[in-house]
């Protein structure tokens, strides 16, 4: 008992925090703790906390993300727990609210969602990874049921926690959903007698006309990109050059200090 009533740095302070939470709170509350401990000095006693620069954070905070309302409600978590162990004289919670935004010029126009090609793969993936965050939504709402049983919502960090990962799911959803509404697949199946032209899916070589050199590339949708394997989007600077181009064609990929001028050896699908 005598050690709690030692001042401890902002540190050690998230340390005691986060251990006295359960495994779903402690992961849901230590990424926003640490960097708020991380911004104003692990080091730093408790005593040199400010109103004013808590309200500093939660300010850089609500212009830097599009969402934060449950990330505070994390952080005012960890803010009242070391009021409540007397290390602070008064609640710094009450200072951590979300700035006010002010519309963009431009908020209006809403540009048009563009098709984007994906293979019969990468859409599959990507359906099955809608039902497998529906799943993991229907979870999180039990959580969230569960945890209101405790009326107090102030503190209840498990509470807190289970919104912050819904609202997360919630968002991967609807980005998904969107995509799949404008996704196009493209069918690789080539008649015979049909010139050959590059499409989402297919492997080509490309001949470096300055230096000789091939590259190898698979040209994929932006969900299966995977560079280190030579998977490249089709959105990408040679993914758009190549699009459409039949064997042999030469294309020029522009790049910030020169024009690239390539030569398509190869398609294969």
Same mark, same amino acid.
């Given at each position: 008992?005598?050690?709690?009533?030692?001042?401890?740095?902002?540190?050690?302070?998230?340390?005691?925090?986060?251990?006295?939470?359960?495994?779903?709170?402690?992961?849901?509350?230590?990424?926003?703790?640490?960097?708020?401990? &991380?911004?104003?000095?692990?080091?730093?006693?408790?005593? &040199?906390?400010?109103?004013?620069?808590?309200?500093?954070?939660?300010?850089?905070?609500?212009?830097?993300?599009?969402?934060?309302?449950?990330?505070?409600?994390?952080?005012?978590?960890?803010?009242?727990?070391?009021?409540?162990?007397?290390?602070?004289?008064?609640?710094?919670?009450?200072?951590?609210?979300?700035?006010?935004?002010?519309?963009?010029?431009?908020?209006?126009?809403?540009?048009?969602?563009?098709?984007?090609?994906?293979?019969?793969?990468?859409?599959?993936?990507?359906?099955?990874?809608?039902?497998?965050?529906?799943?993991?939504?229907?979870?999180?709402?039990?959580?969230?049921?569960?945890?209101?049983?405790?009326?107090?919502?102030?503190?209840?960090?498990?509470?807190?926690?289970?919104?912050?990962?819904?609202?997360?799911?919630?968002?991967?959803?609807?980005?998904?959903?969107?995509?799949?509404? &404008?996704?196009?697949?493209?069918?690789?199946?080539?008649?015979?007698?049909?010139?050959?032209?590059?499409?989402?899916?297919?492997?080509?070589?490309?001949?470096?006309?300055?230096?000789?050199?091939?590259?190898?590339?698979?040209?994929?949708?932006?969900?299966?990109?995977?560079?280190?394997?030579?998977?490249?989007?089709?959105?990408?600077?040679?993914?758009?050059?190549?699009?459409?181009?039949?064997?042999?064609?030469?294309?020029?990929?522009?790049?910030?200090?020169?024009?690239?001028?390539?030569?398509?050896?190869?398609?294969?699908?």
């Amino acid at each position: 008992m005598d050690n709690e009533k030692l001042e401890p740095n902002l540190s050690e302070a998230a340390g005691i925090f986060l251990t006295s939470l359960d495994e779903v709170a402690r992961e849901a509350v230590r990424p926003v703790v640490l960097r708020f401990i &991380t911004w104003y000095g692990r080091e730093k006693p408790l005593s &040199t906390l400010s109103a004013p620069e808590v309200a500093r954070f939660a300010e850089q905070m609500s212009r830097a993300e599009v969402d934060i309302t449950g990330k505070l409600a994390l952080l005012r978590s960890f803010l009242g727990f070391i009021y409540k162990k007397g290390w602070l004289n008064s609640n710094m919670a009450i200072h951590l609210k979300v700035a006010r935004k002010s519309a963009p010029v431009m908020a209006q126009r809403r540009p048009r969602s563009r098709p984007v090609s994906e293979t019969r793969q990468g859409v599959e993936d990507m359906r099955r990874e809608l039902a497998e965050l529906k799943k993991k939504r229907l979870k999180t709402v039990e959580e969230i049921r569960l945890a209101a049983a405790d009326k107090d919502f102030r503190e209840n960090a498990p509470f807190h926690a289970a919104r912050e990962q819904l609202s997360h799911i919630d968002g991967c959803i609807k980005q998904l959903e969107a995509r799949l509404k &404008t996704v196009v697949v493209v069918d690789r199946n080539r008649e015979a007698g049909q010139s050959i032209k590059v499409v989402v899916g297919d492997s080509i070589i490309l001949r470096d006309l300055a230096s000789g050199e091939e590259l190898n590339y698979t040209i994929v949708g932006p969900k299966e990109v995977d560079p280190a394997r030579g998977r490249i989007s089709s959105a990408s600077p040679i993914g758009r050059a190549v699009m459409g181009r039949a064997l042999g064609e030469e294309i020029i990929v522009a790049v910030p200090a020169a024009k690239l001028r390539y030569r398509i050896e190869n398609i294969s699908c």
